[in-house]
Protein backbone atom coordinates (compact mmCIF):
# COMPACT_ATOMS: atom_id res chain seq x y z
CA UNK A 1 0.00 0.00 0.00
CA UNK A 2 1.43 3.22 -1.08
CA UNK A 3 1.64 6.24 1.68
CA UNK A 4 -0.69 9.47 1.65
CA UNK A 5 0.88 12.68 -0.37
CA UNK A 6 0.82 13.63 3.35
CA UNK A 7 2.99 10.77 4.85
CA UNK A 8 5.70 11.05 2.18
CA UNK A 9 5.81 14.96 3.03
CA UNK A 10 6.11 14.39 6.25
CA UNK A 11 9.53 11.55 5.29
CA UNK A 12 10.94 14.11 3.11
CA UNK A 13 11.21 16.79 5.78
CA UNK A 14 12.63 14.00 8.08
CA UNK A 15 15.79 14.12 5.81
CA UNK A 16 17.19 17.85 7.79
CA UNK A 17 19.05 17.54 10.67
CA UNK A 18 17.82 17.42 13.93
CA UNK A 19 13.86 16.81 12.74
CA UNK A 20 12.11 14.07 14.22
CA UNK A 21 8.51 12.58 13.49
CA UNK A 22 6.70 15.09 15.55
CA UNK A 23 8.81 18.28 14.01
CA UNK A 24 8.04 16.85 10.33
CA UNK A 25 4.65 16.80 10.97
CA UNK A 26 4.22 20.57 12.60
CA UNK A 27 6.34 21.80 9.27
CA UNK A 28 4.16 19.91 7.27
CA UNK A 29 0.99 20.90 8.91
CA UNK A 30 2.09 24.69 9.17
CA UNK A 31 3.16 24.31 4.99
CA UNK A 32 -0.57 23.19 4.32
CA UNK A 33 -2.95 25.48 6.45
CA UNK A 34 -1.16 28.73 6.88
CA UNK A 35 2.24 28.73 4.27
CA UNK A 36 1.00 26.96 0.90
CA UNK A 37 2.60 30.21 -1.29
CA UNK A 38 5.82 29.95 0.91
CA UNK A 39 6.04 26.28 0.70
CA UNK A 40 5.49 26.57 -3.37
CA UNK A 41 8.55 28.88 -3.16
CA UNK A 42 10.32 26.65 -0.63
CA UNK A 43 9.84 23.76 -3.41
CA UNK A 44 11.04 25.58 -6.29
CA UNK A 45 13.80 27.29 -4.49
CA UNK A 46 14.71 23.66 -3.26
CA UNK A 47 14.51 22.04 -6.36
CA UNK A 48 17.07 24.77 -8.38
CA UNK A 49 19.34 24.93 -5.98
CA UNK A 50 19.59 20.80 -5.99
CA UNK A 51 20.33 21.09 -9.80
CA UNK A 52 22.45 23.59 -9.97
CA UNK A 53 24.83 23.75 -7.01
CA UNK A 54 27.45 22.13 -7.06
CA UNK A 55 31.09 22.01 -5.90
CA UNK A 56 33.75 24.60 -6.71
CA UNK A 57 36.56 22.56 -8.08
CA UNK A 58 39.47 24.65 -6.50
CA UNK A 59 37.94 24.92 -2.26
CA UNK A 60 35.02 22.12 -2.71
CA UNK A 61 32.78 24.97 -0.85
CA UNK A 62 29.30 24.86 -2.66
CA UNK A 63 29.20 27.08 -5.71
CA UNK A 64 26.87 27.38 -8.77
CA UNK A 65 30.17 28.30 -10.96
CA UNK A 66 33.04 25.72 -11.65
CA UNK A 67 35.04 28.17 -9.53
CA UNK A 68 33.81 30.08 -6.51
CA UNK A 69 33.57 33.97 -6.28
CA UNK A 70 36.12 33.24 -3.09
CA UNK A 71 38.94 31.55 -5.04
CA UNK A 72 38.38 33.61 -8.54
CA UNK A 73 39.00 36.89 -6.68
CA UNK A 74 42.38 38.38 -7.07
CA UNK A 75 42.01 40.28 -3.58
CA UNK A 76 42.15 37.46 -1.56
CA UNK A 77 45.67 36.25 -0.53
CA UNK A 78 46.33 32.94 -1.82
CA UNK A 79 49.54 32.21 0.53
CA UNK A 80 47.09 31.20 3.06
CA UNK A 81 44.43 28.43 2.93
CA UNK A 82 42.13 27.38 6.12
CA UNK A 83 41.15 23.88 5.90
CA UNK A 84 37.64 23.73 7.32
CA UNK A 85 35.13 20.53 7.79
CA UNK A 86 32.12 22.46 6.28
CA UNK A 87 30.77 25.45 4.20
CA UNK A 88 29.12 26.55 7.43
CA UNK A 89 32.39 26.70 9.02
CA UNK A 90 33.91 28.66 5.96
CA UNK A 91 30.92 30.93 6.69
CA UNK A 92 31.53 31.60 10.40
CA UNK A 93 35.12 32.23 9.84
CA UNK A 94 34.72 34.77 6.85
CA UNK A 95 31.75 36.55 9.05
CA UNK A 96 33.68 36.59 12.31
CA UNK A 97 36.89 37.32 11.18
CA UNK A 98 39.54 39.62 8.85
CA UNK A 99 40.66 36.68 7.24
CA UNK A 100 41.48 37.25 3.68
CA UNK A 101 43.07 34.01 2.45
CA UNK A 102 41.64 31.08 0.84
CA UNK A 103 40.19 27.86 1.64
CA UNK A 104 39.57 24.37 1.25
CA UNK A 105 36.39 22.20 2.67
CA UNK A 106 36.78 18.98 3.41
CA UNK A 107 32.90 18.19 3.87
CA UNK A 108 33.41 16.28 6.76
CA UNK A 109 36.10 14.47 8.62
CA UNK A 110 38.46 11.50 8.89
CA UNK A 111 36.32 8.70 10.19
CA UNK A 112 37.46 5.10 9.54
CA UNK A 113 34.27 3.40 11.34
CA UNK A 114 32.25 5.86 8.76
CA UNK A 115 33.84 5.38 5.67
CA UNK A 116 35.36 8.37 5.77
CA UNK A 117 38.66 8.24 4.52
CA UNK A 118 41.37 10.95 2.90
CA UNK A 119 39.69 10.35 -0.54
CA UNK A 120 36.34 11.51 0.48
CA UNK A 121 37.92 15.05 2.19
CA UNK A 122 39.32 15.53 -1.31
CA UNK A 123 43.01 15.70 0.78
CA UNK A 124 44.32 14.26 -2.95
CA UNK A 125 42.94 17.55 -4.15
CA UNK A 126 44.35 19.30 -1.58
CA UNK A 127 47.76 17.26 -1.64
CA UNK A 128 48.07 18.62 -5.55
CA UNK A 129 47.36 22.26 -4.88
CA UNK A 130 49.78 22.48 -1.92
CA UNK A 131 52.21 21.17 -4.30
CA UNK A 132 51.71 24.30 -6.54
CA UNK A 133 54.09 25.50 -4.15
CA UNK A 134 51.74 28.77 -3.74
CA UNK A 135 50.63 27.75 -0.53
CA UNK A 136 52.97 29.59 2.22
CA UNK A 137 50.37 28.39 5.26
CA UNK A 138 48.04 25.95 5.96
CA UNK A 139 45.26 27.51 8.92
CA UNK A 140 44.16 23.94 10.29
CA UNK A 141 40.34 24.78 11.31
CA UNK A 142 38.66 21.68 11.91
CA UNK A 143 36.56 21.08 14.98
CA UNK A 144 38.20 19.85 18.71
CA UNK A 145 36.29 16.93 18.47
CA UNK A 146 38.61 13.14 18.46
CA UNK A 147 37.80 12.85 14.55
CA UNK A 148 38.15 16.94 13.95
CA UNK A 149 41.45 16.44 15.80
CA UNK A 150 42.79 13.18 13.89
CA UNK A 151 42.06 15.36 10.60
CA UNK A 152 44.12 17.71 11.83
CA UNK A 153 46.87 15.75 12.54
CA UNK A 154 46.85 14.35 9.33
CA UNK A 155 46.27 18.15 7.10
CA UNK A 156 49.50 18.85 9.57
CA UNK A 157 51.53 15.57 8.33
CA UNK A 158 50.08 16.68 4.42
CA UNK A 159 51.26 20.00 4.99
CA UNK A 160 54.91 19.14 6.13
CA UNK A 161 55.51 17.22 3.03
CA UNK A 162 55.09 19.84 0.79
CA UNK A 163 56.86 22.66 2.65
CA UNK A 164 53.87 24.32 3.89
CA UNK A 165 53.97 25.18 7.20
CA UNK A 166 50.85 24.29 9.24
CA UNK A 167 49.03 26.34 11.69
CA UNK A 168 46.09 25.20 14.31
CA UNK A 169 43.11 27.57 15.72
CA UNK A 170 43.83 28.08 19.37
CA UNK A 171 40.91 26.61 21.21
CA UNK A 172 40.19 27.46 25.04
CA UNK A 173 38.64 29.50 27.44
CA UNK A 174 36.24 30.92 25.60
CA UNK A 175 35.91 35.19 25.50
CA UNK A 176 33.93 36.74 28.51
CA UNK A 177 33.84 33.12 30.16
CA UNK A 178 34.69 32.26 33.77
CA UNK A 179 36.77 29.65 34.50
CA UNK A 180 34.28 27.91 36.86
CA UNK A 181 31.41 27.33 34.41
CA UNK A 182 34.54 26.24 31.56
CA UNK A 183 34.25 22.14 31.24
CA UNK A 184 36.83 20.18 32.44
CA UNK A 185 38.10 19.18 29.06
CA UNK A 186 38.41 23.24 27.66
CA UNK A 187 39.86 23.90 30.77
CA UNK A 188 42.45 21.30 30.90
CA UNK A 189 43.52 22.31 27.27
CA UNK A 190 44.11 25.88 27.80
CA UNK A 191 45.95 25.00 30.79
CA UNK A 192 47.89 22.86 28.69
CA UNK A 193 48.40 25.28 25.38
CA UNK A 194 49.02 28.39 27.80
CA UNK A 195 50.81 30.78 25.84
CA UNK A 196 53.68 33.48 27.86
CA UNK A 197 52.52 36.75 28.18
CA UNK A 198 54.23 39.42 25.81
CA UNK A 199 55.22 42.41 27.57
Do not use: W
Not at 78 to 103: F, K, M, N
Not at 176 to 194: I, K
Amino acid sequence: MTSSLLEQLIDALRVLPGVGQKSAQRMAYHLLERERAGGQRLSVALAEAVEKIGHCARCRDFSETPVCATCASASRDAHQLCAVESPADRLAIEQATGYRGLYFVLQGRLSPLDGIGPRELGLDTLAARLAEGEVQELIIATNPTVEGEATAHYLAQLARQHGVRPSRLAHGVPLGGELEYVDRGTLSHAFGSRTEVSE
